[in-house]
């Protein structure tokens, strides 16, 4: 089962440079309690950056995988050289946590979508890819101040 978890303002967008554009505890909050203690798969550039906010703390998931073209040794993560050909032999419940060169290519194998809709627009550059989510049901919808946290699931057909 392959999930997505992703938050984004009304533009689509998801970054800055290398960080998020804003600073949202609830969605933190959110965010984690769909990944602790779960199998994450992020981008190099999402993995460093995530470096940056937990300093020497661990990440609080059960295993991480990076995606990196290029050979990497990580001290705390499974190097992924081919995404594609990983997602096509996985038999783990894996939570793919960005950047959106990942998102791009996990899109076609997803099952499940977790995306917070921020009801706003802020500055960045990076941007969540363009696709069709009426090929997804919502599941699951909550409202809190300015954010919409949703579940989404493929549809059968
Ligand atoms: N708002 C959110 O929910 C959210 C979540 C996560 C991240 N972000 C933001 O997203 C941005 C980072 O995203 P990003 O797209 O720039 O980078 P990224 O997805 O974190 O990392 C891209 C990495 O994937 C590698 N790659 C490309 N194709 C691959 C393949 N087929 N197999 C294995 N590895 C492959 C690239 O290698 P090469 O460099 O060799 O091409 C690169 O090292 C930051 O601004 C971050 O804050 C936002």
Redesign the pocket.
């Known amino acids: 089962m392959i999930s997505l978890v992703?938050?984004?303002d009304e533009n689509w967008l998801?970054?800055?440079?290398?960080?998020?554009p804003w600073h949202i505890p609830s969605d933190l909050a959110h965010f984690k309690s769909i990944t602790n203690d779960k199998i994450v798969l992020?981008?190099?550039?999402?993995y460093q950056?995530m470096k940056g906010y937990y300093k020497n703390k661990p990440f609080p998931f059960k295993k991480v995988y990076v995606?990196?073209?290029?050979y990497k040794e990580y001290s705390d993560a499974i190097l992924?050289?081919?995404?594609?050909d990983f997602f096509k032999n996985n038999k783990e419940d894996i939570y793919v946590?960005?950047?959106?060169?990942?998102y791009k290519?996990a899109l076609p194998f997803a099952n499940t979508l977790y995306i917070t809709f921020i009801l706003n627009r802020y500055e960045g550059n990076?941007y969540f890819p363009k696709f069709d989510l009426s090929k997804f049901k919502v599941v699951n919808y909550e409202t809190a101040d300015k954010l919409i946290f949703t579940k989404y699931e493929k549809r059968d057909n």
């Open positions: 992703w938050a984004m998801v970054g800055i440079d290398d960080k998020l992020m981008g190099d550039l999402t950056s995606a990196n073209i290029n992924v050289n081919d995404v594609i946590i960005g950047g959106p060169t990942i290519l990076v």
